[in-house]
């Protein structure tokens, strides 16, 4: 099953390393990693999404607590949660593709943010499903290049992750 | 992280990178560090010259440091101190890292560095220490600045000593020492770190529900492990064991922690361990398990694990338990209050209805357990039993050391089959006594750990039991044994081959010893230690053994290194052997019987 889990880390030299050293190490999978400092700047603030049964998830849990720099570890995906992912992409937009383009990025209320003569550069916000679906949509022979940023996310309510 | 309280007096000394560093170590009562020098540690090794309350002993190889750091950390329970160089000093000592790492031993392991304006420009002797040693340490540092040095040795201690104890690397770029610019220098009394604190109390509503299951328990068996012995949790332990007279087995690491000689004790568990402990664990209905995590070695398939017991785990690191084995009832906390806990709540319970226990239940179990050991137990009369002529059993030797010595020595040992004899034959009686490499298994840990052992303990009676191939990969040491004059006691059982190795190549490979044997190249082990200065003593038949080990740790070489080179039976298994793939009661029992 497929989780997000929320780390709050010390903001320091090392400490992503760690993180990312240990999913090498218990040959965990990383699927997408997202981290920048919080709004205390001595704080940072990652968020992961991996796969694995309770089982592997509770080790994965444990071992990023055991972490010295880790002040917490919540698993989002265990209760209600808002995700957002970024993604850019850059689609061949010759012709008849040019309005075609443009209305999909409008049914998923992407952005265009940058036009040449042949290609679009479109901006989609969303969970990763939606994300998907975009590129599904546009098909992949048009699509010249895509960045996505990783899921980030937090709980809803007033839950919150902090010192 | 937070800054750690700064001591609040009014003379502050002015001292360089170097000298807070070595003042630092010192504030933390540290008598020894172990280590070899070079470059980038230049100028701490010249804090070092310039003061004597820290004893430097210098080694011959960078792992050796690093085990005897750890043999002194085993025997004490101080953490152990040592200290190399950048680039090959600081990956000489990986091993040893690891080595301390698996079996939980506070360390502290300080690295020279190249200056911070070399690092990232491959420069001489500059390896990334912070990045290779990341996945066999608690913790590491990298020193910034200078000022910070002091705050980063105490967060250390306190990291590589609280909690699930562990190593902690301090990589100290050159230019951070240099003795030519001085800063104040404070101790810092405590250290807060927010995101840092281990357990101290295991949680009263999962003591209660523990309590119950004891208490319900026909057929229980304690399974305690080495985080008896780092939580400093033996003499409880042994407390409730003997409160409720539940059978007790104990793990590689954790011999020691409940008196070997002691009725109830059932000996190891595992791989090579008992038939009665482990028969008596894979029939049990419940298995207390106190500082153990159900290690590969001890489980055999975890699938088949002891099918009818239901698990109370207690242990400071929350990540050990339900990793391999699912925990009924999960205490996390250290060993000490937690039992503590326990057994006035047992107490408690018991005084107000001592019926409580099925006492009929236990003494039927500890009767069937008796049986299983008559039946198929250790044979500890090998040595009576001898025959003279007949090539000497590896199992009479540590038989004998064991009544030479009185069962008071600290052994420590090597990996391989001499290893399990040690293990199996040794009684240990108390705890630290007993000082091995059981999570990483490294070969060339005994000498190095015994010297350790012998500088923390000089009056202590120290035996290094080995095998001749392992004892080559730090033989070297012998030289660092004649400058400081450390008298630790070799008994090596020379099988002339890897002999676990070739155990393995007999039960699985149809005999085929590859690269298992030396063919004759054997050094001659006498005009060796001979060489270094010290006492060898060479037994090829029975009658002489009991004389030569009386010789060796006679009154008269008291103060001599001896190194006893015993001719054992190159045929000789270890057994009982775990059948790989089957359950705890799969046991080989010798070349021709299975359980
Ligand atoms: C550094 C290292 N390399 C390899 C091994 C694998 N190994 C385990 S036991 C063993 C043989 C040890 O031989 P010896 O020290 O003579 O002990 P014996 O088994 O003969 O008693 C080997 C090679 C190891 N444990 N450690
Ligand atoms: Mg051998």
């Known amino acids: 099953m497929r989780r997000i889990i929320s780390v709050l880390l010390e903001n320091e030299a090392g400490a992503l390393s760690r993180v990312v050293g240990l999913f090498a190490q218990r040959n965990y999978n990383i699927e997408t990693l997202t981290v920048a400092p919080t709004e205390d700047p001595t704080l940072s603030r990652l968020t992961l999404t991996t796969v694995g049964d309770d089982r592997k998830i509770e080790q994965i849990t444990k071992h990023l607590n055991k972490l010295i720099e880790v002040i917490k570890v919540v698993d989002l995906s265990e209760g209600e949660h808002v995700e957002r992912e970024l993604m850019l992409v850059k689609v061949k937009a010759v012709g008849a593709q040019r309005a075609e383009v443009k209305r999909t990025a409008d049914i998923f209320r992407a952005q265009v943010v940058d036009v040449t003569g042949s290609a679009y550069t479109v901006q989609v916000t969303g969970s990763s499903d939606k994300l ?19 899921v980030s996310g937090l709980s809803r309510g007033e839950k919150v992750v902090s010192l | 992280m937070n800054q750690p309280n700064l001591k609040k007096e009014t003379i502050v ?14 504030d933390e009562g540290v008598d020894f560090i172990f280590g070899y020098p070079g470059g980038a ?44 160089t950048s680039g090959p000093g600081a990956t000489n000592a990986i091993t040893g890292i690891a080595t301390a790492f698996m079996d939980s031993i506070p360390m502290i392991v300080i690295s020279g560095q190249v200056a911070n304006d070399l ?3 491959d420069s001489f002797q500059e390896t990334d220490m912070v990045g290779i040693s990341r996945p066999v340490v608690k913790h590491s540092f990298m020193v910034k600045s200078a000022a910070e040095i002091p705050s980063v040795v105490k967060k250390a201690f306190y990291i590589a000593t609280t909690g699930r104890p562990g190593p902690v690397v301090i990589d100290v770029p050159k230019d951070t020492t240099d003795p030519s610019v001085l800063f104040d220098y404070v101790y810092p009394e405590t250290v807060k770190m927010r995101s840092y604190s281990p357990a101290t109390r295991g949680h009263s509503g999962q003591i209660r529900k523990a309590v119950d299951l004891l208490l319900a328990a026909k057929r229980p068996v304690v399974y305690a492990g080495g985080g008896v012995i780092q939580g400093e949790a033996c003499e409880v332990l042994t407390e409730l064991t003997r409160f409720l007279d539940f059978p007790i087995t104990n793990t590689l690491m954790g011999l020691g922690c409940y008196p070997a000689t002691d009725p109830l004790f059932l000996g190891m568990l595992g791989m090579h361990g008992t038939f009665e402990a482990n028969m008596a664990m894979h029939h049990s209905d419940l298995i ?25 785990h207690i242990d400071v690191d929350p990540a050990s338990i339900s990793k391999i084995i699912e925990a009924e009832v999960p205490i996390v906390g250290p060993a000490e209050p937690v039992l503590r806990d326990m057994l006035a709540l047992l107490r408690e319970r018991l005084a107000a209805a001592p019926d409580l226990l099925d006492r009929a239940a236990h003494q039927q179990w500890r009767e069937q357990i008796a049986g299983w050991r008559r039946q198929h137990g250790l044979d500890h009369h090998q040595l009576e039993r001898a025959v003279p002529g007949v090539v000497i059993k590896p199992q009479a030797v540590v038989q004998c050391l064991y009544q030479v010595t009185d069962g008071e020595a600290y052994v420590t040992s090597d990996v391989g089959q001499h290893q399990m004899f040690a293990a199996q034959y040794y009684h240990f009686d108390a705890p630290r006594r007993w000082i091995n490499s059981g999570g990483l298994g490294t070969m060339g840990f005994g000498l190095p750990s015994a010297m350790g052992v012998k500088l923390a303990l000089p009056d202590a009676v120290v035996a290094c039991v080995t095998g ?10 012998l030289s660092t044994c004649a400058q400081y004059g450390l008298a630790v006691k070799v008994v090596n059982l020379n099988n002339q081959a890897l002999g676990m190795v070739k155990q393995w190549q007999d039960m699985q490979y149809g005999g085929r010893h590859s690269h298992s044997t030396y063919q004759d190249s054997l050094p001659d082990f006498l005009r060796l230690v001979e060489a270094y200065g010290h006492v060898g003593i060479r037994v090829d038949e029975v009658g002489d053994l009991e004389p030569a080990m009386r010789e ?18 190159p ?5 009982p052997m775990a059948i790989k793939g089957g359950s705890m009661c799969d046991m080989f029992l010798s070349r021709t019987e299975q359980s």
């Open chain 2, 571 to 575: 045929d000789e298994h270890v057994y």
């Open chain 2, 119 to 121: 690092i990232g420009t």
């Open chain 2, 13 to 26: 000394e002015r001292l360089s990178g170097g000298d807070m560093l070595i003042r630092a170590l010192q």
């Open chain 1, 132 to 150: 998907d679906a975009f590129i599904r949509a546009i098909g992949e022979l048009s699509i010249l290049e895509v960045v996505r940023s990783g």
């Open chain 2, 288 to 312: 207390l398990a106190v500082g153990a995590r159900f290690d590969d070695r001890v489980t055999n398939d975890p699938e088949k694990f002891c099918p009818g017991a239901r698990v109370i």
């Open chain 2, 468 to 477: 001749e191939g392992s004892i080559q990969m730090n033989i070297q040491e």
């Open chain 2, 41 to 84: 540690a230049l100028h701490i090794y010249d804090a070092i010259f310039k003061q004597q309350r820290v004893q430097h002993i210098l080694v011959r190889h960078e792992q050796a440091a690093t085990h005897m750091a750890d043999g002194y950390a085993r025997a004490t329970g101080r953490p152990g101190v040592a200290l190399v």
């Open chain 2, 552 to 569: 060796a740790f006679s009154e008269k070489l008291k103060d001599r290194l001896v190194f006893l080179d015993v001719a054992v039976d």
